[in-house]
């Protein structure tokens, strides 16, 4: 036994235990409500689609029927989609192009946001999905080729169980203001910077 391996030590790590229990049981007890809730996943940091996929497969391991948007089509296909496109009960659907600095036309890319977005209202008007994953939707948003009234009128008029994931770095205000849970990814470090490339497996 050293000498702060007491038993004065023990009794009072329980007792600390203890409180911390109660709060954190009481704070359970509180949260009894069931919603759909709408997640907001933003921020320069990696990791923002990766969580919202992490969250499909959960869906599905409860058995929901989940619909995902890819607002942004990426230049590589990413291995989610590969593999939840072999999965019953999953819609998936690519609606964007490249980026606006590949297409290099703003009127082509606002159409295209919009006749994405009209897939992805039809998403969210569909009572047999349980979560609806807007994938890189910030950036339609962001240069105007979305109309927010439009956007959020849609996300509110959502079936009142399903829940929502959007994903995309600088989250418009106007999304965060309805949004019940915002996560903001920080880019502390990133492996591109120091000239690797994306890797399949873990950035793909
Ligand atoms: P992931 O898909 O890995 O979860 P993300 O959705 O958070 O990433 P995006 O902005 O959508 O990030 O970019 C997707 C791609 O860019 C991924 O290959 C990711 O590894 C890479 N990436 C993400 N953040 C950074 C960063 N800060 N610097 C360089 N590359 C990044
Ligand atoms: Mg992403």
């Not at 409180?19 to 009894?32: G, H, L």
């Not at 205000?173 to 996560?183: H, M, R, S, W």
Request: hydrophobic content about 40%; charged content about 25%.
């Amino acid at each position: 036994m050293t000498s702060s391996d007491t038993p004065d030590r023990d009794q009072g790590h329980r007792d600390r235990m203890r409180r911390k229990k109660d709060v954190i049981d009481a704070a359970i007890a509180r949260a009894d409500r069931e919603q759909g809730l709408l997640l907001v996943l933003t921020g320069n940091g990696k990791g923002k689609s990766s969580s919202a996929f992490g969250m499909v497969a959960r869906a599905l391991g409860h058995g929901l029927q989940v619909g995902v948007a890819q607002f942004i089509k990426g230049c590589q296909d990413t291995g989610e989609e590969a593999f939840f496109r072999r999965q019953p009960g999953v819609t998936w659907k690519v609606l964007g192009e490249g980026f606006t600095w590949e297409t290099q036309d703003r009127a082509r890319d606002a159409a295209t946001a919009q006749a994405g977005w009209a897939q992805a209202r039809a998403m969210l008007r569909d009572p047999a999905l349980g979560l609806v994953v807007l994938d890189e939707v910030t950036y339609p948003l962001k240069y105007g080729w979305l109309e927010m009234a439009e956007v959020l009128a849609d996300l509110a008029a959502r079936p009142s169980g399903q829940h929502v994931v959007i994903t995309g770095r600088a989250a418009p205000e106007a999304l965060c203001a309805v949004a019940d849970t915002i996560t903001e990814m920080a880019d502390l470090k990133h492996a591109f910077r120091a000239g690797i490339k994306a890797q399949k497996g873990v950035d793909l």
